[in-house]
């Protein structure tokens, strides 16, 4: 048989069929929708949360103070220290060469007001080089000025939330407004965007870190941050810093730091293990969908006994029976896994544009899950079409009522 | 042409074990036109399944154009099929999805010719049968007589030696029955063998020769002379 003529034959038992075919299309495609869609998300969540630690940057380096001894993840946000990071020690890992800039960091929560507008905000006390490590961009005005780590000012850079609930619609640029018992004159606005680490930018005030030593009356810092000139530093980068402190410390190595590869490794596991299990919960309906294909296959066994008989009767080997019937069912997963494949890009690419979150499948999952609809299509289909090739071809003829 | 030695078949229905076909010694030329009757159950359809290869005996042997059948497989037994043998049934075994000139090139395209060559073989037998303003119609929208034309057109596109028919007019009224009788009677005197199973008296009697069939045995077989 030729195989145009054999696709003709399938084309046209499926059109002879159609909502039987349309069920199974139907079966096949949510199947593979599932995968799509279930991979996607857990892609989606992958890449999200490894982008929001790329954030940080490659080069970049924390330091905490306090020793903590861990393989990876995340040390404890508080801790008690046993020896304060002073802002001198950051001017001092500022001075080491491998250090591209510094940003110290004071942090605390203060009441802010203007006018009789006020509320709680989280204040980070940091520097110019902040915005720059971070990647922040104001949306009005400039960054905190470039100040010596120790010169306090009055000055803020305030997130685009904070300045709704404190101005309203009133413009915020060159205003005062109060923090505890200071005033700060608003010098820049920062650009929308989404909590970044567990950061809400939006609702932060920025000050310079001298200021919020005082303002919170503390001397030693929350983290320093430590960007170097190149990923290549990041070993020897590491090594310096802590020698530095460790001499300012009298001999104590008494920090910790993290950069972005522990934190990455730990997660990038995690999601990824994520995105499998997720897959292979999705496969499960495309097995289902196979032996959907095994039932109707058979079904279409029994109802076209005349048929396979006359073919048999013609000249038809076993062989090219059993072929129909594969093909037949071959073909509606492929359609079906088709169609699912692009109804799931279509589904992914509806909520990339809802939610603006990295949904896309990854290239594998569209591939194993065709593959997988096939492979199904002809395993189940199998059976039916092997006892349609069997069938005695007397037996297929006999008219129904002898049956 | 066929050669039947000995060639008994049995079924089993529940209990009881039903011979088909008794020990049945037959021959017959190329060319000859045999009517086979006799009372339901007495063997004839499975005469007719195993002459078409579409039964084996139990027991016997048959040779078919001087080929032994008992030990072929299954693929040689398909090809012989395909490339000897045309059936006619009563209730035509068309495709009801098909449409008639589909139907009638079916075997052809199972056996892997190419489609203008199945319309160069096609064509003249369509001319024939007046089959050529109904091509593009499926089964269902075709009359009795239509419908065993264009099953006659599919046994025959293939040129077989030897055409089975299975009570070709037993669905058909007695006017489109004679136009079927008479195509498959000047089919035969173009040299192809026709083998006839019929309850019909009237019909049987226009054969050659006719076997007359009892409990799986031929019980009659006479010769009727050439009018």
């Known amino acids: 048989m030729r195989a145009a003529d054999a696709l003709g034959l399938w084309l046209g038992a499926l059109r002879g069929h159609r909502s039987r075919s349309l069920m199974l299309l139907l079966a096949v495609g949510i199947g593979v929708v599932a995968v799509n869609l279930l991979t996607g998300l857990g892609e989606g969540a992958r890449t999200y949360i490894l982008g929001e630690f790329a954030v940080l940057g490659r080069n970049t380096l924390i330091v905490l103070p306090g020793r903590k001894e861990t393989s990876g993840g995340m040390p404890p946000i508080t801790g008690l220290a046993p020896r304060d990071l002073s802002l001198q020690d950051a001017q001092a890992i500022a001075r080491l060469p491998s250090v591209l800039r510094v940003a110290p960091l004071q942090a605390g929560q203060v009441e802010v007001s203007v006018g009789n507008r006020n509320r709680e905000a989280f204040t980070l006390g940091t520097s110019h080089e902040f915005f720059a490590i971070r990647q922040l961009q104001v949306s009005q005005g400039q960054a905190l000025p470039a100040l010596h780590f120790d010169e306090a000012r009055a000055v803020c850079v305030i997130g685009a939330k904070l300045r709704r609930e404190l101005f309203g619609n009133a413009p915020a640029l060159g205003q005062w407004l109060r923090a505890g018992d200071r005033r700060f004159r608003v010098v820049g606005i920062l650009a929308e965007r989404g909590e970044s680490l567990g950061m809400d930018f939006g609702e932060m005030l920025i000050i310079p870190v001298a200021s919020a030593q005082t303002l919170f009356d503390r001397e030693g810092l929350f983290r320093v941050f430590a960007e170097l000139r190149g990923p290549h530093l990041l070993a020897s980068g590491k090594a310096q810093i802590r020698a530095t402190i460790r001499e300012r410390h009298e001999g104590e190595d008494d920090i910790t730091l993290i950069g972005q590869d522990a934190m990455l490794a730990a997660f990038a596991d995690i999601l990824r293990a994520l995105t499998l299990a997720l897959a292979g919960i999705a496969a499960i309906s495309l097995l289902v969908a196979g032996i959907l294909i095994m039932n109707v296959t058979w079904i279409s066994v029994s109802q076209r006994t005349a048929e396979i008989g006359l073919l048999k009767a013609i000249g038809a080997t076993s062989a090219q029976v059993r072929l129909l019937f594969l093909g037949e069912a071959t073909l509606l997963a492929l359609a079906g896994a088709v169609a699912g494949l692009l109804l799931g890009e279509a589904l992914l690419w509806a909520g990339r544009r809802l939610w603006d979150f990295p949904l896309y499948a990854p290239w594998w999952a569209g591939a194993s899950a065709l593959g997988l609809a096939l492979l199904t299509a002809l395993l189940f289909a199998w059976l039916p079409a092997s006892r349609a090739a069997a069938m005695q071809p007397v037996d297929a003829l006999r008219p129904q009522a002898a049956r | ?227």
């Open chain 2, 1 to 227: 042409m066929i050669r039947l030695r000995g060639v008994t078949r049995c079924f089993q229905l529940g209990e009881q074990r039903v011979m088909g076909l008794d020990a049945v010694d037959l021959d017959v030329a190329a060319g000859e036109y045999l009517a086979v009757t006799g009372p339901s159950g007495s063997g004839k359809s499975t005469l007719l399944n195993i002459l078409g290869l579409l039964d084996a005996p139990d027991s016997g042997e048959y040779w078919l154009r001087g080929e032994a059948t008992a030990a072929l497989d299954e693929v040689r037994r398909a090809e012989l099929r395909s490339r000897w043998i045309g059936f006619v049934f009563q209730s035509y075994h068309l495709i009801p999805r098909l449409t008639a000139r589909e139907n009638i090139e079916l075997p052809m395209l199972l056996a892997g010719i190419e489609p203008a060559e199945r319309q160069r073989r096609s064509a003249p037998l369509i001319e024939r049968l007046g089959l050529g303003d109904r091509l593009a119609h499926r089964p269902g929208e075709l009359s009795g007589g239509q419908r065993q034309r264009v099953a006659i057109a599919r046994a025959m596109c293939m040129q077989p030696a030897l055409l089975l028919a299975d009570e070709p007019t037993g669905n058909l009224d007695s006017q489109s029955g004679g136009e079927v009788v008479a195509l498959l009677e000047e089919l035969n005197r173009e040299g192809l063998t026709l083998l006839v199973v019929t309850h019909d008296a009237q019909l049987s009697d226009r054969a050659g020769r006719q076997l007359l069939m009892r409990d799986g045995k031929v019980v009659e077989d006479r010769r009727r002379e050439p009018a």
